[in-house]
């Protein structure tokens, strides 16, 4: 069965750093196009970074900079390294993930929730 | 880039059908086939309904269809019933390599 779970949120001031994991079950991370996609409260969805099946990344330009997306194939987990965090990245965190194509995500994990607060 | 343009909200009686538009530009939604729509229960992750414009995600019930005429989206769902109220989202890819969702609307079924 195909799973993704992420970890890793939590409650941090501005400025701090936090790391995500979304850990794979069912395939390899290296045969997926793996994506971040937020969610603010209350708010709509977000794409926020993508790493694909040849290693390339993408983000989008508001985290540009501060996040870093990469994987860890022996461990079958994708991270999410963001630095520099402020109010405005305060979201629900979702990995999703498609076999075929880096332009819509079939699966997706239950989100990890970031609280960017003094 | 400014997320694509849906209504807040639409509504429906059970066995109607409601159609959700979702307008971007000639840069996004008009130049690519790649829209796909998402149903979103409240606490839950969104799930893929509608791929390629009008390709259904397995497992999607044939109540659910999309289609594009130009710079504007649309999906329609048939038959409405009472799971089917949720929060629904269009999204495309663009030129910057980026997948750009839309505002979201919110269906109620009266």
């Known amino acids: 069965e195909v799973q993704l779970v992420e970890s890793g949120g939590g409650l941090v001031q501005p400025g701090g750093s936090l790391r995500l994991s979304c850990a794979a079950s069912g395939f390899s991370v290296t045969d997926r196009y793996m994506n971040w996609v937020r969610q603010a409260p209350g708010k709509g969805l977000e794409w926020v970074s993508a790493i694909y099946k040849d290693g390339s990344i993408n983000y989008i330009d508001s985290v540009k900079g501060r996040f870093t997306v990469s994987r860890d194939n022996s461990q079958n987990t994708v991270y999410l390294q963001m630095t520099s965090l402020r109010p405005e990245d305060t979201a629900v965190y979702y990995c999703a993930a498609d076999r075929n194509s880096n332009k819509w995500f079939y699966w997706w994990g239950p989100g990890t929730l970031v609280t960017v607060s003094s | 880039q400014s997320a694509l343009t849906q209504p807040a909200s639409v509504s429906g009686s059970p066995g109607q059908s409601i159609t959700i538009s979702c307008t971007g530009t000639?840069?996004?939604?008009?130049?690519?086939?790649?829209v796909s729509w998402y149903q979103e229960h409240p606490g839950k992750a969104p799930k893929l309904l509608i791929f390629g414009v009008n390709g259904r995600a397995s497992g999607v019930s044939n109540r659910f269809s999309g289609s594009k005429s130009g710079n504007t989206a649309s999906l329609t769902i048939s038959g409405l019933q009472g799971e089917d109220e949720a929060d629904y989202y269009c999204?495309?890819?663009?030129?910057?390599?980026?997948?750009?969702f839309g505002g979201g609307t919110k269906l109620t079924v009266l």
């Open positions: 000639s840069s996004d939604v008009g130049d690519y086939n790649y």
């Open positions: 999204a495309t890819y663009t030129s910057n390599n980026n997948v750009l």
